[in-house]
C-alpha cells in the first residue's frame, strides 16, 4: 500500500518570503498522480497543484510550484511572495493510475502559519 | 454552484447512538468518497463507491456502513457511536479517469460522549 508522510507538522513564513513544504511517499507504481490540498479554518479543501508522475517537467500555478523528484519519491510545494490568505493547512496526497476510482492517500498536514 | 453537498454541519451524539450523514453531489460524478480527518493524521478513507451500485471499504471502514442511494448521492451511517469516532467527515466525489482530482463538501464536525 502507497503511503505519503509530511514531516513538518508546522511552519512560518514571514508575509513576501518563500516557504517550501516536504513530502515522501512510498510507491512501487511507476505511474501516479501526486496532489496538494490547501484547508483553510473554514475547512474546505482545495486543490492547490497537480503533478502527473510521467512529466519530468515540475508543474507550477501562479505563486505555487512543485520539486517533483522521481527518483527520491519526493514532492515539496513552494511557494513564493507569501501572503496572508495563504495560511492554512496543507495536505500532500498520492492517487495510483491504474484504479478505477480516484482513490487519494493523504499525509499528515502541515500547518502553515504568515506572519505580518 | 452547490458542488458537494454534505448534511448536517455539526452533530453531538451520545456513546451508542446511531446517525446518518448525507452526501450529494450535482456534478454528474460516479466515483464518490467519505473520509475522516483526525489531529495528526491526515484524511482517511473509510468508503468510496466508484459507480452507481458499487461500494468498497477503504483504510479505515470499522463501525460504519454506507449506501449509493443513487448517482448523486451517498450516506455514512453510524450504527453505534463509539468516542473514537469523534472527527471531521468529508464527503467528496471525482470522475472516473479524469486527472484525479476530488471535489470535497464542507465537512461535517461528529463528536461523541
Known amino acids: 500500500a502507497q503511503t505519503v508522510t509530511q514531516s513538518q507538522p508546522e511552519m512560518s513564513v514571514q508575509e513576501a518570503e518563500t516557504v517550501t513544504l516536504s513530502c515522501t511517499y512510498d510507491?512501487?507504481?511507476?505511474?501516479?498522480?501526486l496532489f496538494w490540498y490547501k484547508q483553510p479554518p473554514s475547512r474546505q479543501m482545495i486543490l492547490v497543484i497537480r503533478?502527473?508522475?510521467?512529466?519530468?517537467q515540475n508543474a507550477t500555478e501562479n505563486r505555487f510550484s512543485v520539486n517533483f523528484q522521481k527518483a527520491a519519491k519526493s514532492f515539496s510545494l513552494k511557494i513564493s511572495d507569501s501572503q496572508l490568505g495563504d495560511a492554512a493547512m496543507y495536505f500532500c496526497a498520492y492517487r495510483s493510475l491504474f484504479q478505477g476510482a480516484q482513490k487519494l492517500v493523504f499525509g499528515q498536514g502541515t500547518r502553515l502559519t504568515i506572519n505580518p | 454552484n452547490a458542488g458537494v453537498t454534505q448534511t448536517p454541519k455539526f452533530q453531538v451524539l451520545k456513546t451508542g447512538q446511531s446517525m446518518t450523514l448525507q452526501c450529494a453531489q450535482d456534478m454528474n460524478h460516479n466515483s464518490m468518497y467519505w473520509y475522516r480527518q483526525d489531529p495528526g493524521m491526515g484524511l482517511r478513507l473509510i468508503y468510496y463507491s466508484a459507480s452507481e451500485g458499487t461500494t468498497d471499504k477503504g483504510e479505515v471502514p470499522n463501525g460504519y456502513n454506507v449506501s449509493r442511494l443513487n448517482k448523486r448521492e451517498f450516506s455514512l451511517r453510524l450504527e453505534s457511536a463509539a468516542p473514537s469516532q469523534t472527527s471531521v467527515y468529508f464527503c467528496?466525489?471525482?470522475?472516473?479517469?479524469?486527472?484525479?482530482?476530488?471535489?470535497f463538501g464542507e465537512g461535517s464536525r461528529l463528536t461523541v460522549l
Open positions: 510507491t512501487s507504481e511507476s505511474d501516479y498522480y
Open positions: 467528496a466525489s471525482s470522475e472516473v479517469n479524469s486527472a484525479g482530482e476530488l471535489f
Open positions: 503533478q502527473e508522475a510521467y512529466k519530468q
